[in-house]
């Protein structure tokens, strides 16, 4: 199944923002850790401001993003078997810790029943573990898929292979899944959308540049290594073939660009339209085989890349898609075989890709397989254990004070008219929120778990998931379903069912504090819910109405102005350098930077809102507009490996951490107000440039 992107949002500035202590001259900021609280407050919360992090030799005018973090991101060296660290990164630590003690638990009887929930979770993590077991079968697990490849003898059986390796967790030219129909969310419908790369773009492919020519050849080396290890024939030959093909796929894919494009992405085909398409592709043998041979209707993402595809399957000749299809199978259940494929496989794909200097830990992989194939039974265990009740309550009121707050910034729009203005309103109170974990779990009674079967188990939940998403074509819409478990820490939009959706890992410090004063929570958890409720108001958001339908909702000159204002983000973000020579994409990044901006300005008025005209205590020698900005770039505290960074440059919409930070930042008055920014400091935009949308 294609992942959900969990992007885009919409960049706003706000007018009128409700008056406290605004107009008054900015306080002096503290240029030392305050030994004492300045005011009594009522209530004994912390300021949740971690002052150890600081770095007060940089000025909080010209970056505020150092200011707050820069001591930690000098003192703080990435682990050598991560390739970034942070804010985010220790709360996914936390996490694998939590899951490893709940596995521990499930597993601590030795005659589990077969079939059980404890027996899965017991199972699967044990028969990742059995490294012995693994090095003793080497690729016999996958040696009857090498032989169904050999005998593919003809290009109908080639397709079939093609669906088939997708069911069991492979990679093929072809992604298929299903979704909402974009343009009628009362149903599901088939998708496809281009694949079958290994390296993370296609500008690896074809880029000159000296980095990307040393990845290549890196890549046929490896490639060469794993044939050998393998005992499969023709190393070095084989190698070439799979570069080549690879190569020639690129070349007809999309963009990043464009492939984010809700718009151009929406191409919706009669399966008896398919053949016009890509007459050399046998789409009722692809379908059938994927198990989809009743579906009238699928729509095609990117039918270039098709039409390119279907030229290649008929140019190409069966031997090279063999060898194609055989490095994938490999390649995808390295991390499930022996220790000599397993280890070249990190060396490659994540020590030259993306500069990890050592594998991780194996239980931490093994949690990672537990938490991806048996997600929803831990997360059962993990939100009794460490999600409470009143966590949730107080989140449930956040996000009604951000949707309020959200409404009054639309109300409050200058360039909108009020039709449009009508129908975000409209749009606006139909968000459904879904807050740390389902109301329906789901259920893995079919799904066979195996001690002594790693690459088995493996093929199973693959199998299981698929057959999972098949049941949903000519079904009711599972609106209780949710795309991330609730250890996960992260959130996201779906505009499909125009849902905002916060796991309960994400809803811990310093995102957001149970013992701090709501101001470090409206910045930090506040600008994540605003974030993703402007998701449904970004460039690509904007598109779909209350429903989850693709719909023109907008005037034509409202659209207009909205674009524009896209464009001045565009070009903000364009103009920030990563390294020397590789800057910000600010279309790529375009949807995100939105939802930054969005997010922290709704989540500053509803702050401001929730004081109910009343001044905000100091706490630490902050006040709580300080207490509010810091705890906004307390959460994007992070380092990243050089190599990983420049990966993600390339293929991430989400702008790097610092980025993330100033350039909402500095197209906030409220920002320049609280921390007394003038013309002359680093981080100032004048006035008229600075970007305004919700």
Aim: proline content about 4%.
């Amino acid at each position: 199944m294609k992942k959900i992107v969990l992007g885009g949002l919409c960049a706003s500035l706000i007018v009128g923002l409700t008056a406290c202590d605004n107009d008054k001259p900015a306080p002096e900021i503290p240029q030392s850790r305050p030994t004492n609280t300045e005011t009594v407050v009522k209530k004994v919360l912390s300021s949740g401001v971690d002052f150890s992090n600081f770095d007060l030799s940089v000025r909080p005018q010209d970056n505020f993003y150092y200011y707050v973090n820069g001591t930690w991101i000098k003192n703080t060296k990435i682990p050598s078997d991560r390739t970034s660290i942070g804010a985010f990164y220790d709360l996914r630590d936390k996490s694998q810790e939590d899951i490893k003690t709940i596995i521990a638990s499930l597993a601590a009887a030795d005659n589990l029943t077969v079939g059980s929930d404890e027996q899965k979770v017991a199972d699967l993590y044990r028969s990742f573990m059995d490294v012995n077991t693994l090095d003793k079968l080497g690729v016999k697990p996958i040696q009857n898929e090498f032989h169904k490849i050999a005998a593919i003898n003809s290009t109908d059986e080639l397709m079939d292979y093609f669906a088939h390796s997708q069911i069991i967790g492979g990679v093929s030219p072809l992604n298929f899944y299903i979704d909402i129909d974009a343009k009628d969310s009362k149903r599901y419908v088939s998708s496809i959308w281009q694949d079958g790369l290994s390296l993370p773009d296609k500008d690896y492919y074809t880029n000159t540049a000296p980095r990307f020519v040393k990845i290549r050849q890196a890549f046929l080396k490896h490639i060469e290594t794993m044939y050998t290890l393998a005992g499969l024939a023709d190393p070095k030959a084989s190698a070439e073939k799979v570069l080549a093909l690879e190569t020639d796929l690129a070349a007809s894919q999309w963009d990043v660009v464009d492939i984010r494009d809700s718009t151009k992405t929406y191409n919706l085909y009669k399966i008896t339209d398919l053949p016009k398409l890509a007459p050399d592709i046998n789409w009722q043998a692809y379908l059938a085989a994927m198990g989809a041979s009743k579906a009238s209707d699928v729509v095609i993402n990117q039918p270039s890349y098709i039409e390119g595809l279907g030229q290649l399957i008929k140019t190409t000749d069966l031997a090279t898609w063999k060898t194609y299809l055989q490095w994938q199978l490999l390649s995808n259940m390295a991390g499930d075989l022996n220790a000599a494929l397993d280890n070249e496989h990190f060396v490659f794909f994540d020590k030259v890709l993306n500069g990890q200097e050592t594998p991780k830990p194996r239980w931490k992989r093994g949690v990672d397989i537990v938490n991806s194939q048996l997600g929803e039974i831990v997360g059962k265990v993990y939100v009794k254990r460490y999600f409470s009740p009143a966590a949730k309550t107080r989140m449930q009121e956040l996000v009604e004070n951000l949707r309020q707050a959200y409404g009054d910034s639309i109300d409050a729009l200058t360039w909108m008219s009020d039709t449009t203005q009508t129908a975000a309103q409209e749009k606006l109170a139909q968000f459904t929120a879904k807050i740390g974990y389902p109301d329906k779990w789901k259920n893995y009674d079919a799904l066979k778990i195996k001690v002594d079967d790693l690459v088995g188990n493996s093929i199973r939940a693959s199998e299981f998931e698929h057959q999972n998403e098949m049941s949903k074509l000519g079904g009711p819409i599972r609106q209780w379903e949710w795309f991330m478990t609730p250890q996960t820490v992260n959130a996201y939009y779906n505009p499909a069912m125009n849902e905002i959706v916060f796991p309960a890992a994400i809803l811990q410090p310093p995102f957001f504090d149970m013992q701090a004063d709501d101001a470090v929570n409206y910045g930090g958890i506040g600008a994540v819910i605003g974030h993703e409720m402007g998701h449904g108001f970004d460039d690509q958001g904007a598109k779909f109405d209350g429903k989850g339908n693709m719909t023109d909702w907008w005037t034509e000159q409202d659209l207009e102005k909205f674009t524009e204002k896209g464009e001045a983000l565009i070009a903000q973000y364009d103009g920030y350098s990563i390294f020397e020579g590789l800057n910000v994409n600010g279309k790529l990044t375009l949807g995100e930077n939105i939802g930054d901006l969005s997010g922290l300005t709704i989540a500053y008025r509803a702050y401001k809102k929730s004081l109910k005209g009343q001044q905000a205590p100091v706490i630490d020698g902050l006040t709580g507009d300080q207490r509010f900005f810091i705890g906004f770039a307390q959460v994007w505290r992070s380092k990243i490996k050089e190599e990983t960074m420049r990966n993600l440059a390339a293929t991430d919409p989400h702008s790097p951490a610092e980025f993330r930070c100033l350039g909402a930042l500095s197209n906030m008055p409220a920002f320049y107000r609280t921390f007394g920014v003038k013309p002359d400091d680093a981080m100032y935009i004048p006035p008229g440039n600075r970007v305004k949308i919700w």
